[in-house]
């Protein structure tokens, strides 16, 4: 049933009842070496060998007396390796010995200690967990493995194990002092991640803001609130401050498919398209099968085939992510500004003509929302050719066609009559 621990107390009893019961020694021996503790099974070995065993008995008292003997050496080498700093060398001893002594819970715990040397946590993690179920009462363990947790960023499983510490001692002071932190820290990111669902970006980032005031020294929470921040700058539609913020994630962490695709996001409220395909394209070198990088480099190549032609939102001075009331105000002010009328000379009543219809084509596709929407994607829904079906557009509008037409009539404080000969 794999419960070493349970059967050793009966062993003894038998031997305690029958000295010379060498089955029952050599059965205690194999599991004191897998315990690691080499002094009481070489004593076994040796006490099996002196009891008249049988010869299948003697060649496997020998056998294991020989290896017991081998783990003592290594076990020295480990020792002094660890103890000149030569981690890299004390791993390969301690590797040699557990896979003999595998339930021996304090080399576990100093290969752990090596691997933090090394820098590499979640194998020291391993070798703590199989600690703490290997040692009753592992506190240490614990506190270990939840503080190596914290340091990688993942302030869930360090809460979680910072818990199992406090249930063996409620009392431990690291281990409580260490639990207040995580725990502040986890509500903080629990807050944040709900603002951010509910679409509160402000807030969520005032919360991030918050994780990195909080826990300055692990860098891991900085570049994660740092990414978390950037998301919600570009779904805010601040794109200065996302592509800002976007660029410090990715000087650290060039591969960070998150801050790419964001401040791709980011770059298509700016126009500029070339630098959003650029993000697009190194994302989905990391993430092909990602349906929202597809999609977003879909869009940025069809927003760039349409920048070079007409541009509603240049048409109009706005931006990409103006409001209703700024396209209708921005609007007013430009018709009044190119009315033909205001024009004599022929040349520029033909000019003014121009514009005036470019003016009033963006003002009804930017003023429909299932019609801005088109635009967006990166689709004219005035233009012929990109109407799928091709023909002739209803949209398309001559001068003729605007006659009589008053712009300022929704509700505004203009009216402007207009006369054509």
């Given at each position: ?62 056998s294991q007396l020989r ?21 890299t060398a004390a791993i ?330």
């Amino acid at each position: 049933m794999g419960k070493s621990k349970a059967a050793l107390p009966d062993l003894t009893k038998v031997i305690e009842l029958k000295m010379d019961f060498t089955a029952a020694r050599l059965q205690r021996g194999h599991l004191l070496l897998k315990q690691g503790k080499l002094d009481e099974a070489e004593d076994d070995f040796k006490k099996v060998l002196k009891s008249n065993p049988s010869e299948n008995e003697e060649k496997e008292a020998q056998s294991q007396l020989r290896k017991a003997d081998e783990m003592q050496h290594l076990r020295s080498q480990a020792l002094y390796a660890f103890e000149s700093a030569d981690y890299t060398a004390a791993i390969t001893f301690l590797d040699k010995i557990l896979e003999v002594c595998v339930w021996d819970a304090e080399l576990r715990e100093l290969r752990a200690e090596c691997f933090i040397k090394e820098g590499e946590p979640r194998k020291a993690i391993s070798d703590l967990k199989a600690a703490s179920k290997l040692k009753n009462d592992n506190t240490e363990a614990f506190y270990k493995i939840s503080i190596l947790y914290y340091q990688l960023g993942d302030h869930e499983l360090s809460l979680s194990e910072v818990r199992e510490c406090l249930k063996l001692d409620q009392d431990h002071k690291r281990c409580f002092a260490h639990y207040k932190q995580v725990k502040k820290l986890n509500k903080l990111i629990e807050s944040a991640e709900e603002l951010i669902r509910d679409g509160r970006y402000a807030d969520a980032t005032s919360k991030y803001e918050s994780v990195m005031k909080t826990e300055p020294s692990v860098s891991e929470y900085s570049i994660r609130s740092k990414e978390r921040i950037c998301h919600c700058f570009s779904k805010d539609e601040k794109p200065v401050e996302a592509i800002r913020i976007c660029s410090e994630v990715l000087q650290i962490e060039p591969d960070n498919v998150n801050a790419l695709r964001d401040r791709a996001e980011a770059y298509l409220i700016e126009e500029m398209y070339d630098e959003a395909i650029q993000d697009y394209e190194t994302a989905q070198e990391h993430n092909e099968n990602d349906q929202q990088i597809r999609e977003g480099l879909e869009k940025a190549h069809r927003l760039l085939k349409q920048s070079q032609k007409r541009d509603y939102y240049k048409i109009l001075g706005v931006k990409r992510n103006a409001k209703k009331q700024e396209i209708i105000k921005a609007y007013r002010k430009l018709a009044m500004q190119w009315h033909p009328d205001n024009f004599q000379n022929e040349e520029e009543k033909k000019k003014a003509e121009k514009k005036f219809i470019d003016i009033a084509a963006a003002k009804e596709v930017l003023s429909d929302p299932e019609m801005r929407k088109k635009f967006d994607d990166g689709e004219d829904p005035l233009d012929a050719e990109s109407q799928q079906g091709g023909g002739g557009n209803p949209f398309h509008r001559s001068w003729n066609s605007w006659q009589g037409f008053n712009p300022f009539s929704s509700g505004g404080p203009f009216r402007f009559k207009f006369h054509f000969n």
